[in-house]
C-alpha cells in the first residue's frame, strides 16, 4: 500500500491510497485457493477445480470482495499510521469510469482511491474544579399534592343522569353517538355510536364541544367545525366538517370523596400511602427538572471556557438537522419565518450558532469521556433499547431487528447515555450552588434548554437528528 497525502489545510485532510495490482493478484490467489475446497462445480472433484476455472468463474466477484476488504482495511490502517482522528467517518471516493474499474476487478490495474475527512480539533481541556453552577430546586409543597390528588380523582370520577329534560353543560359527561361529512360526503373515522364525552375536557376538535352544551337526552345537534390545520390526518386538516350528533344521555358528576376508600380504588392502602406515592412522583418530576436545568447552566460555563475550529462536515451536517426539524415543525403548525417576527435569513443565523455551540461542546464532552475512560455498560444501552421498543406496540419485533442490523442506530441509543455519564463526572467536580425555588419557576419552559445542549460526535456517531 503506498498513501500519499494530498490537502493538509486546518481540519481538512485527503489521502491518495493506492494498492499495486500485484497485491490485488496475491490476494485474489490466496481467495480463490481458498475456495477450492468450499465450491462444487460439476466435472470436478472437491478441491481439485483448476485455479484457472475458478479465476473465470468468480473472479470478478471475489476481486470485488476484496477492494471492498482492502478499501475499508487499508483507509483505517492509514488513520491508524497517522495516529490521526477523524471528526466523522471518512469520505471513501472509488474511480467511477468503467474501463478503471474493469482493469481493477481484472487484476490489470492498480486499485486506486481517495480518503477525505476533518480530523478531530487539539484543545485544552479546562480545569472542572474552578467551573461554578448554581442549581435549581424546588420541593413539593402540600397544596401541589391536594391538586395533584384532585386531578386524579377527576379521572376516576363517577357520574349519575340527570334529571330528564336537564340541559348538558361543562363538566357534565354526555354519551352521543355522530355522523361527519365534508361537502356532504362522509370520510373515514367521522361516525361512531354510544360516545361517552365529557364537556369542557377539549377531548374533540376545537370548537365541537361548546356547540353540545345547552343539549338534552334525545336532541339532535347539527355541530360545524374546522379541522385544525395541524391534524395528524392531512386527509382532513383544514377542512370545514358538519356532525349530526345525537345525543343520547347527559349525566352529571358526583362528588369524590377524597378519603381511604379513594385510596383503596386505586389499590392502595390508604391516604397516606397516596399521598406518598404523589410525593414521590412531584418530587421526581421536580428532579428531573433541577438536572435539565443545571445541566444547561454547566453547558453555558463550559461555553465560556473552550474556543477551537470546527469541522466544517460536523457544523452542516448539525445546523442541517437543526433547520430541517424547525422548518418542519413550522410547515406543520402553518406559520412561516414572518409569523415569527423574523426572516429565513436571520434564523439562519441563529441556528448556525446553536449548531457550533452543540458541536463545540459535544467534541468537549467526548474528549473528556475518552480521557477519563468512560464508559457505557450494555445493559444501560440494553434498557434504553427496551423504552425505546416498547413505543412502538405491535412493530417490537421489527424494530428489534432494525437495530440489529444498524449498528449506527444502536450508537444514537447509546451517545446521550455517554453524554449524562460526561456530565455527571464534569459535575461532580464543579463547585454547585442550590438555589431553592418555586416549581413553577423550575418549571418554566425554557424552549432553548434542549435546542441548544452539547452532543457527542466522534466518528461512531449517526449525525442524522429526528
Given at each position: 500500500m503506498q498513501v500519499t497525502e494530498s490537502l493538509n489545510k486546518g481540519l481538512k485532510r485527503a489521502l491518495e491510497i493506492t494498492v499495486s495490482k500485484e497485491d490485488l493478484n496475491a490476494k485474489l490467489d490466496a481467495k480463490l485457493e481458498q475456495m477450492k475446497g468450499q465450491v462444487r462445480i460439476n466435472g470436478f472433484r472437491p478441491g481439485k477445480v483448476p485455479t484457472a476455472h475458478l479465476k473465470k468463474l468468480y473472479g470478478k466477484s471475489a476481486m470485488s470482495e476484496i477492494v471492498q476488504e482492502l478499501i475499508t482495511a487499508e483507509s483505517a490502517a492509514a488513520l491508524e499510521e497517522r495516529k490521526e482522528r477523524p471528526a466523522y467517518q471518512p469520505d471513501i471516493n472509488l474511480t467511477d469510469d468503467d474501463k478503471d474499474v474493469d482493469g481493477i476487478l481484472a487484476g490489470t490495474k492498480d486499485l486506486k482511491f481517495d480518503v477525505a475527512y476533518e480530523v478531530i480539533p487539539a484543545f485544552?481541556?479546562?480545569?472542572?474544579?474552578?467551573?461554578?453552577?448554581?442549581?435549581?430546586?424546588?420541593?413539593?409543597?402540600?397544596?401541589?399534592?391536594?391538586?395533584?390528588?384532585?386531578?386524579?380523582?377527576?379521572?376516576?370520577?363517577?357520574?349519575?343522569?340527570?334529571?330528564?329534560?336537564?340541559?348538558?353543560?361543562?363538566?357534565?359527561?354526555?354519551?352521543?353517538?355522530?355522523?361527519?361529512?365534508?361537502?356532504?360526503?362522509?370520510?373515514?373515522?367521522?361516525?361512531?355510536?354510544?360516545?361517552?364525552?365529557?364537556?369542557?375536557?377539549?377531548?374533540?376538535?376545537?370548537?365541537?364541544?361548546?356547540?353540545?352544551?345547552?343539549?338534552?337526552?334525545?336532541?339532535?345537534?347539527?355541530?360545524?367545525?374546522?379541522?385544525?390545520?395541524?391534524?395528524?390526518?392531512?386527509?382532513?386538516?383544514?377542512?370545514?366538517?358538519?356532525?349530526?350528533v345525537k345525543v343520547l344521555e347527559v349525566s352529571e358528576a358526583v362528588e369524590s370523596k377524597l378519603d381511604d376508600e379513594f385510596a383503596k380504588k386505586l389499590g392502595l392502602d390508604d391516604m397516606a400511602q397516596l399521598r406518598e406515592r404523589i410525593t414521590e412522583q412531584l418530587s421526581g418530576e421536580l428532579d428531573q427538572a433541577s438536572r435539565q436545568k443545571v445541566k444547561r447552566a454547566l453547558l453555558d460555563e463550559l461555553e465560556k471556557l473552550v474556543d477551537f475550529e470546527l469541522p466544517e462536515k460536523l457544523l452542516t451536517q448539525e445546523f442541517d438537522a437543526i433547520f430541517a426539524q424547525v422548518k418542519e415543525e413550522m410547515e406543520r403548525a402553518g406559520k412561516s419565518f414572518e409569523d415569527e417576527d423574523t426572516t429565513e435569513e436571520e434564523a439562519t443565523k441563529e441556528y448556525q450558532a446553536i449548531a457550533e455551540r452543540r458541536v463545540r461542546l459535544g467534541l468537549l464532552l467526548a474528549e473528556v469521556g475518552e480521557q477519563k475512560e468512560i464508559k457505557v455498560p450494555d445493559e444501560e444501552v440494553n434498557q434504553a433499547l427496551i423504552a425505546q421498543v416498547r413505543q412502538y406496540p405491535g412493530q417490537e419485533q421489527q424494530i428489534i431487528e432494525y437495530y440489529k442490523n444498524n449498528p449506527q442506530a444502536v450508537a444514537q441509543i447509546r451517545a446521550p447515555l455517554f453524554e449524562e455519564k460526561v456530565v455527571d463526572y464534569i459535575l461532580e467536580l464543579a463547585t454547585i450552588t442550590d438555589k431553592t425555588v418555586s416549581r413553577e419557576e423550575l418549571l418554566k419552559a425554557d424552549d432553548e434548554d434542549e435546542t441548544e445542549e452539547g452532543h457527542v460526535h466522534g466518528p461512531d456517531c449517526d449525525h442524522d437528528h429526528d
Open positions: 485544552d481541556v479546562p480545569d472542572f474544579k474552578k467551573v461554578k453552577v448554581e442549581k435549581l430546586v424546588a420541593k413539593v409543597a402540600d397544596k401541589e399534592i391536594d391538586t395533584a390528588i384532585a386531578e386524579l380523582a377527576k379521572s376516576y370520577q363517577d357520574y349519575k343522569p340527570k334529571k330528564k329534560g336537564s340541559k348538558a353543560k361543562n363538566g357534565d359527561k354526555v354519551e352521543i353517538s355522530f355522523e361527519g361529512t365534508i361537502d356532504g360526503k362522509k370520510f373515514e373515522g367521522g361516525s361512531a355510536e354510544n360516545v361517552p364525552l365529557e364537556l369542557g375536557a377539549n377531548q374533540f376538535i376545537p370548537g365541537f364541544e361548546e356547540q353540545v352544551v345547552g343539549a338534552k337526552a334525545g336532541d339532535d345537534v347539527t355541530v360545524k367545525v374546522t379541522f385544525p390545520n395541524d391534524y395528524s390526518s392531512k386527509d382532513l386538516a383544514g377542512s370545514d366538517a358538519e356532525f349530526a
